[in-house]
């Protein structure tokens, strides 16, 4: 899922499992409104956001996150947009918006907020309207992503929004580090704890408590994301391995299949991105 040959996606996404992205980041802006069945867990740098039913989250582009979307309940419905950065940024002049605080950040609004504005029904209309003639569409789309940006920025401004449930400062630590050195081969969960200065025991079962994934399995997939982009651009196999701080060649590949299905050269395949 996510933006691919399109500038804009408005979509309803039902979990019926108890399904759990793992940490990742996408060059678009993300809006996500959960409007029935489960809270919705994420874990962002550290905190953790519960995003209730009639709650509504910003993510900005290229932040990571990850989350789980049934913790309360058996099912999980979310309407969400997905916005690429060079419209949302235009959206965004044209509604005389350069300051906007929130725009750099997480921001949770609160449901009364949500309600009185009636998010949802500006989501299903936003919805509707990429059915429109392409020309008129792009014009009503603007005006309705406008609304929502000035709706966003009057609540922002009341104070209407919700703080994370928690915050921990070692794992906020953990993930900034990770994040800016992952393509190191050398980084593991030691070499990590001795950065920070924690016992590796105290760091491991604090991440995980935070993060809902054990370090290992972050640094993976922070490692697989950077492989993934370097694969659609063209990189050679071995060479998306190498920059991408995997340290094994021959690990790296059985990874690659468990966790996607195909081989690297298959996904380099299929998804390298045309000149």
Not at 191 to 202: D, G
Not at 218 to 226: A, D, G, P
Request: proline share 3%; glycine share 4%.
């Amino acid at each position: 899922m996510g933006l691919r040959n399109t500038k804009l996606l408005v979509a309803w996404y039902t979990n019926q499992k108890n399904d759990q992205s793992v940490v990742h980041s996408h060059p678009y802006h993300e809006l996500v409104l959960p409007i029935g069945g489960s809270t919705v867990r994420y874990s962002i740098d550290g905190s953790v956001y519960l995003v209730h039913v009639g709650e509504l989250i910003y993510f900005p582009a290229q932040i990571y996150h990850a989350g789980i979307f049934n913790i309360d309940n058996d099912h999980s419905d979310r309407l969400v947009i997905q916005i690429d950065d060079a419209l949302w940024q235009a959206y965004r002049r044209n509604a005389n918006l350069k300051n906007a605080a929130w725009m750099h950040s997480i921001t949770v609004l609160d449901p009364d907020v949500c309600n009185k504005w009636d998010f949802q029904s500006l989501f299903v209309r936003m919805a509707q309207s990429l059915e429109l003639p392409a020309q008129m569409r792009d014009i009503v789309f603007e005006a309705q992503v406008s609304e929502m940006m000035l709706l966003i920025t009057l609540a922002t401004g009341s104070g209407q929004t919700t703080a994370p449930s928690s915050t921990n400062v070692l794992v906020q630590r953990a993930v900034s580090y990770l994040q800016a050195h992952y393509q190191d081969p050398t980084l593991t969960t030691v070499k990590l704890a001795q950065e920070l200065y924690a016992s590796r025991e105290h760091l491991s079962r604090a991440f995980k408590e935070c993060t809902m994934e054990s370090i290992h399995s972050y640094l993976t997939h922070l490692r697989m994301q950077h492989c993934r982009k370097a694969l659609e651009d063209g990189v050679s196999v071995l060479n998306a391995c190498t920059e991408s701080g995997f340290p094994d060649y021959s690990s790296f590949l059985k990874t690659f299949r468990r966790l996607y299905g195909i081989t690297p050269a298959e996904y380099r395949s299929q998804n390298r991105k045309k000149v």
